[in-house]
T-cell receptor
Framework: NAGVMQNPRHLVRRRGQEARLRCSPMKGHSHVYWYRQLPEEGLKFMVYLQKENIIDESGMPKERFSAEFPKEGPSILRIQQVVRGDSAAYFC????????????FGPGTRLLVL | DAKTTQPPSMDCAEGRAANLPCNHSTISGNEYVYWYRQIHSQGPQYIIHGLKNNETNEMASLIITEDRKSSTLILPHATLRDTAVYYCIVRLNFGNEKLTFGTGTRLTIIP
């Protein structure tokens, strides 16, 4: 059973460009969470999605950031008009349908904005 | 969610047991204690969780005090690959709540 997959593992963007980060949850998991880790800081929750629904986006910046988890395909975290402060590691986690299930994390995408 | 307090860093000799403490004095009855670790540049790795009974799996043991105000994660025979930041997290026992990471304990295994 493959774990949580994230791609790309490394992404370099220039200021003003768009960044798209993809997350494929573990097989059988329909809940996806995105977390961000700024350099030398802890992980911060961003958004929690189920298939086609955003459940909790309390940690998402109000502008430029969006997330989706379509019926088919991976979850996408999209950052428009990136700025240097967006440089961070972005981690995706997934969990099964049942409540209080453990979240399993992917390897992360390291975004560098030049 | 209740907050946790962990020492910022600890050292442990290779082959010895590593005991990582965590205080969660404001934990409520419907909150679990979870432990994750993050090895440098990798995604967080789930270790173990519990409510009030002690738990053991292939990675570690979790000892929770009777009043549930603190817990200890035990790595029975630490190896160099156990060097990581260890996070103690309390989480509600319903729904699919987000994880709130603190600053954790940076554990260094000494050869």
């Amino acid at each position: 059973n493959a774990g949580v997959m994230q791609n790309p593992r490394h992404l370099v963007r220039r200021r003003g460009q768009e960044a798209r980060l993809r997350c494929s949850p573990m097989k059988g998991h329909s809940h996806v969470y995105w977390y961000r880790q700024l350099p030398e800081e802890g992980l911060k929750f961003m958004v929690y999605l189920q298939k086609e629904n955003i459940i909790d986006e309390s940690g998402m910046p109000k502008e430029r950031f969006s997330a989706e988890f379509p019926k088919e395909g991976p979850s996408i975290l999209r950052i428009q008009q990136v700025v240097r402060g967006d440089s961070a590691a972005y981690f995706c986690a997934s969990s099964p349908v049942r409540e209080l299930e453990t979240q399993y994390f992917g390897p992360g995408t390291r975004l560098l904005v030049l | 969610d209740a907050k946790t307090t962990q020492p910022p860093s600890m050292d442990c000799a290779e082959g010895r047991a590593a005991n990582l403490p965590c205080n969660h004095s404001t934990i409520s009855g419907n909150e679990y204690v979870y432990w994750y670790r993050q090895i440098h540049s990798q995604g967080p790795q789930y270790i173990i969780h519990g409510l009030k009974n002690n738990e053991t799996n292939e990675m570690a043991s979790l000892i929770i005090t009777e009043d549930r105000k603190s817990s200890t994660l035990i790595l029975p025979h630490a190896t160099l690959r156990d060097t990581a930041v260890y996070y103690c997290i309390v989480r509600l026992n319903f729904g699919n709540e987000k994880l709130t990471f603190g600053t954790g304990t940076r554990l260094t295994i000494i050869p």
